[in-house]
């Protein structure tokens, strides 16, 4: 077999339409996708099935599905190398996590991180079930593409634990029938804190003005954010553990995800330097990454059909092999196929 034609594994990652992308959706998943596409068979998704486990605005929530399969692309993903595709688009994930929510044990479900956070915020009566059903829904997705690598941030690695054991599950009931996938987390962004209150995740939908550095924030805003970051009252600059220098840890994990440096390098590099030296150095790199992703955005918002086209391609390249692998358990789970 020539070298070009031997399979590559394949890695299937998605974000949820649920906002505007964050700088922590692109340390924590963006960078990594792009750094493994040309390894992997890559299979990227907008997930808006799962963004409905929170209430959206329809004309927002199909408004933000192209938004983010353009920053997919801004960010790197190459539709030529990489399949990008909406989840909606292919009934198989709708179907499979079905099946796959049947065999859900409810105790595991209750136990996700994600789904007592989210519902917590929410009168018990207005929960929504996908909410606690949003891990199934996620691991049909990555076991429909035999998918051998999800790269994620670290929020996300408990909903993985969950897929292989879903997965090892049915193929202990059935035969045979998923791959069980191995999570990819980055050394460093793999869990990018609020600026305003960095003790908590950064995440698109929290409302509130200073927390989250949004990828087509204009530029001084951005930079803006960064000096109000929330800090402390002491003077060393030094990644620490300690929930007290929460502030300037996470400023510096932002710095090392972008620069590439290491940590020592780091801490020598601002030894004897001020807060705001570090956090004029921290604007600098995130502008220096926001500044090319945002005109490669707006060229490709601008030219008509472009989008349109590459989420056909992909749909269609991700269908056959989606609704395969669903015939398969199907087929293994008894159902009687149509004729
Ligand atoms: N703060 C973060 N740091 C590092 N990685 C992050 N991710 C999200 N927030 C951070 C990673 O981005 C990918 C897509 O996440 P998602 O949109 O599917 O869901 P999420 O993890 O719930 O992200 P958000 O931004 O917090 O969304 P909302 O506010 O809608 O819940 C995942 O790989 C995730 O780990």
Known sequence: ????QIKKPRVLSGIQPSGNLTIGNYLGALKQWVAVQQEYDCFYCVVDLHAI????????????????????????????????????QIPAHSELAWMLTCMAPLGWLQRMTQFKDKSAKQAQESIG????NYPSLMAADILLYHAELV????????????????????????????????V???????????????????????????????????LPRARKKIMRAVTDSRREIRFSSDPERAGINNLLTIYQAISGD??????AAFAGKGYGDLKRAVADCVLGTLEPLQTRYHQLMNEAGYLDAVLRGGREKAAAIAEDTLKLAQERVGFLAAT
Do not use: C, W
């Open 129 to 132: 079930t996908g909410l606690l």
């Open 1 to 4: 077999m020539a070298h070009d």
């Open 151 to 182: 790269p994620v941030g670290d929020d996300q690695r408990q909903h993985l634990e969950f897929t292989r054991d879903l997965a090892q599950r049915f193929n202990h009931l059935y035969g045979e029938t998923f791959t069980l996938p191995s």
């Open 184 to 218: 990819m987390t980055p050394k460093a962004g793999a869990r990018v804190m609020g600026l305003d209150n960095p003790t908590a995740k950064m995440s698109k939908s929290e409302d509130s003005d200073n927390h989250a550095i949004f990828l087509l924030d204009e």
């Open 53 to 88: 486990t929170m209430p959206q605005d329809p004309a927002e929530l199909r408004q933000k599905t192209r938004e983010s399969a353009a920053m997919y692309i801004a960010a790197g993903i190459d539709p030529d190398v990489s399949t990008i595709f909406v989840q909606s």
């Open 262 to 267: 290491s940590r020592e390098a780091i801490e």
